[in-house]
T-cell receptor, first 113, second 116 residues
Framework: DAMVIQNPRYQVTQFGKPVTLSCSQT?????MYWYQQKSSQAPKLLFH???????NEADTPDNFQSRRPNTSFCFLDIRSPGLGDAAMYLC????????????FGPGTRLLVL | AQTVTQSQPEMSVQEAETVTLSCTYD???????LFWYKQPPSRQMILVIR??????QNATENRFSVNFQKAAKSFSLKISDSQLGDTAMYFC?????????????FGKGTKLSVIP
C-alpha cells in the first residue's frame, strides 16, 4: 500500500546531541511537511517542501533543519535538542496540485534526556 | 492569520448513539478548505472528511457528516451510530487556497471516547 513511513517510531537522544528523523513516501507527492506535536496539543507546522523548494515557518527555531534529497525522502535534523523539543514529530505529504488533503505518517516520538 | 477553535476538549458518547463535535474558525479568506482529522491513540492521523468553502452542500462520508455554516464560520462534525473504533482525538483544520499556500491550521482537538 502507498503510504508515509517514519523511522524510527521512537527516538531517544541526549540533551544537545544532534538527531535526525526520517520520512519516506510512496505516494509520489510533491509536498512534504514536518509537524511538531507536543502532548495533548495540536500539530504545529515547522516547514514544508514543495518539490525542492524549502518553506520555513516564521516561528520555527533555527535549531530545526530539513533536507529533501529526492521526492521520496525527507529528513528532520535537530542540531542541539533541548528538553523542550521532546514531542511527537509528524511527517505528512500532499499532492500539491490543488487537492490539499494531507496524508500523515505514524510519527516519531522523541525523548530528550 | 487564521484561528480554529474547538470548544470541547473532551466528549463521550454511548456506542450506537450520535455525537456532534464543534468547530469554529476565524478568517478573512473567501476560498478555503476545512477538514476533520482523526488521531486514534498511538496511531497515525487520518482524514475523516473535508469541505470546500465554495460548496454549499455539506460533505458526508458514511457515518460522518458536517454542518458547514460559512456565514457563522462554523464547521461541526456529526458521527452517527458511534463505534468503539471512533475513539480518538479529533482535530478540525483550516487551509486557505492560493498559490503556495499549504499550511494547515489545527484546532486544539476534541478527545472523543465511545463507551460500550
Amino acid at each position: 500500500d502507498a503510504m508515509v513511513i517514519q523511522n524510527p517510531r521512537y527516538q531517544v537522544t541526549q540533551f544537545g546531541k544532534p538527531v535526525t528523523l526520517s520520512c519516506s513516501q510512496t505516494l509520489n507527492h510533491n509536498v512534504m511537511y514536518w509537524y511538531q506535536q507536543k502532548s495533548s496539543q495540536a500539530p504545529k507546522l515547522l516547514f514544508h517542501y514543495y518539490d525542492k523548494d524549502f518553506n520555513n515557518e516564521a516561528d520555527t527555531p533555527d535549531n530545526f533543519q530539513s533536507r529533501r534529497p529526492n521526492t521520496s525522502f525527507c529528513f528532520l535534523d535537530i542540531r542541539s535538542p533541548g528538553l523542550g523539543d521532546a514531542a511527537m514529530y509528524l511527517c505528512a505529504t500532499s499532492i500539491g496540485q490543488g487537492q490539499e488533503t494531507q496524508y500523515f505518517g505514524p510519527g516519531t516520538r522523541l525523548l530528550v534526556l | 492569520a487564521q484561528t480554529v477553535t474547538q470548544s470541547q476538549p473532551e466528549m463521550s458518547v454511548q456506542e450506537a448513539e450520535t455525537v456532534t463535535l464543534s468547530c469554529t474558525y476565524d478568517t478573512s479568506e473567501n476560498n478555503y478548505y476545512l477538514f476533520w482529522y482523526k488521531q486514534p491513540p498511538s496511531r497515525q492521523m487520518i482524514l475523516v472528511i473535508r469541505q470546500e468553502a465554495y460548496k454549499q452542500q455539506n460533505a458526508t462520508e458514511n457515518r460522518f457528516s458536517v454542518n458547514f455554516q460559512k456565514a457563522a464560520k462554523s464547521f461541526s462534525l456529526k458521527i452517527s451510530d458511534s463505534q468503539l473504533g471512533d475513539t480518538a482525538m479529533y482535530f478540525c483544520a483550516f487551509m486557505k487556497l492560493g498559490a503556495g499556500s499549504y499550511q494547515l491550521t489545527f484546532g486544539k482537538g476534541t478527545k472523543l471516547s465511545v463507551i460500550p
